[in-house]
């Protein structure tokens, strides 16, 4: 049995179970809580102390990308990634723009929208810039499906596993793609009849019922800035946001390896 360390709202824990389920993959999921982070249990998956964690008959791997590569290679049907050298190229570059830099703003949006961090002025600023971004990743998007079904090509992929959390989040946020993202449009109808997307929004769902339940409680957990985080907040407005951050204990970064 395939065990996943994760939280339902991550991103990349979203993109790891949009793969296993893809593939018919049994596993058993595992949700990391606030008083987690620290426990032995997930050290001994994730050494940095992050989630998603993937333990496989007892082949322990971290990061998202190395996770599915990791699938692909073990359980290689059905396909995730193309079978050309080009195409698997394009693939990998969407994933690990969706991972970084789409997720950043998206990551930024949700900072000032549903935890609080910055107020007034300040959190109008990110927001607007938050938003220019989730504009440009939706044309970027819809530039990727000039002639394509699905992001990695002519079926679901793993590039679909690593952008549909990421345009999930924007539509959460209030920035659906419009009338200029038309490809995009009829991406998200096609992939939500997948009963892995199904699923997902499912988990997503539920585990946002819950935070919103204790909302107050949430907006204090401490929030993990990796470094595209943090470049992003930091090139972008958002210094005092950190600094208030770090000095409040309401931000944290990952260990040391």
């Not at 190395?66 to 059905?78: A, N, Q, T």
């Not at 935070?211 to 958002?238: F, I, S, T, V």
């Amino acid at each position: 049995m395939i065990t996943l360390y994760e939280h339902p709202i991550s991103p990349f824990a979203r993109k790891v179970k949009l793969a296993l389920r893809e593939k018919g993959l049994d596993f058993k999921r595992k949700i990391v809580g606030p008083d987690d982070f620290d426990s032995p249990e997930l050290s001994n998956a994730n050494p940095r102390g992050e989630v998603p964690a993937l333990v496989d008959d007892g082949t322990a791997v971290f990061d998202s990308t190395v996770m599915c590569e990791y699938l692909e290679d073990k359980y290689p049907e059905p396909r995730l990634y193309p079978a050309e050298p080009a195409e698997r190229a394009r693939v990998r570059m969407l994933e690990d723009i969706a991972d970084t830099q789409h997720e950043a703003a998206l990551w930024a949006l949700f900072e000032i929208r549903f935890f609080g961090r910055g107020t007034g002025e300040l959190g109008e600023a990110i927001t607007a810039r938050a938003l220019e971004a989730v504009a440009r990743m939706y044309d970027r998007l819809e530039a990727e499906l000039d002639g394509r079904q699905y992001f990695t090509g002519d079926s679901f992929g793993v590039g679909d596993c690593a952008v549909m959390p990421h345009v999930s989040a924007a539509s959460m946020s209030g920035a659906k793609a419009d009338e200029d993202h038309p490809r995009v449009r009829d991406w998200v109808k096609r992939t939500r009849e997948r009963e892995s997307v199904q699923q997902d929004r499912a988990d997503v769902g539920a585990a946002m019922a819950t935070m919103a339940a204790d909302a107050e409680a949430a907006a204090k957990r401490p929030r993990q800035y990796r470094d595209h985080r943090l470049e992003w907040m930091m090139r972008n407005g958002g210094e005092k946001i950190v600094a208030d951050g770090v000095a409040n204990g309401s931000i944290k970064f990952s260990r040391d390896l």
